[in-house]
T-cell receptor
């Protein structure tokens, strides 16, 4: 079965430090990978995606993600965290099977807390 | 304003009642989705629609009904609400599904079933 795992429920980082939010995936066929962010009481917002090409993908708000095929990972990174980055982050992979028309399968989310 | 809107944002109902959550988008996106968000489960797909009059089940469709008579609207109905349907419901739309395009989410509808 296709799936995505976010091994950390919460990540704590000091402002100004680099941050990493981990994601691993299991999918048949080519992986189409996504990161979304959710601020409190809001809907999810798209951050970035990997479809093909360069393994380092740059997205919104200074975030980037590194695709690693051998490790089946797609970790989200940012060189210098801001307090305003505190939110819930979701990794997602496209469902390549069935009639779900490319539905996204989401991880359970990782809460990022950035302290001043 | 353009975008995707959900209503109501908050709803409290009783077991056995019918509830309809509304979703409206102004982008003329072909694809629309309903997800529910629960602690420990992330987002799970309830139903999706690839175009008007085309709908299909997702991962957790039991107890829900959808329709899509117009491209811009995708209502979700709980025919007889149960406590297990207490959740936050998100509607999303996309130009090309999850294939290469991103999903655009509404603000969510928080439903409590007593």
């Amino acid at each position: 079965a296709q799936s995505v795992a976010q091994p950390e429920d919460q990540v704590n980082v000091a402002e100004g430090n680099p941050l990493t939010v981990k994601c691993t995936y299991s999918v048949s066929g080519n992986p189409y990978l996504f990161w979304y962010v959710q601020y409190p009481n809001r809907g999810l917002q798209f951050l970035l995606k990997y479809i093909t090409g360069d393994n380092l993908v740059k997205g919104s708000y200074g975030f980037e993600a590194e695709f690693n095929k051998s490790q089946t990972s797609f970790h989200l990174k940012k060189p210098s965290a801001l307090v305003s980055d505190s939110a819930l982050y979701f990794c997602a992979v496209r469902d390549n099977y069935g009639g779900s028309q490319g539905n996204l399968i989401f991880g359970k989310g990782t809460k990022l807390s950035v302290k001043p | 304003d353009a975008g995707i809107t959900q209503s109501p944002r908050y709803k409290i109902t009783e077991t056995g009642r019918q509830v309809t959550l509304m979703c409206h988008q102004t982008w003329s996106h072909s694809y629309m989705f309903w997800y529910r968000q629960d602690l420990g489960h992330g987002l799970r797909l309830i139903y999706y629609s690839a175009a008007a009059d085309i709908t299909d089940k997702g991962e957790v469709p039991d107890g829900y009904v959808v329709s899509r008579s117009k491209t811009e609207n995708f209502p979700l109905t709980l025919e007889s609400a149960t406590r297990s349907q207490t959740s936050v419901y998100f509607c999303a739309s996309s130009l090309s599904g999850g294939t290469t395009g991103e999903l655009f989410f509404g603000e969510g509808s928080r439903l409590t079933v007593l």
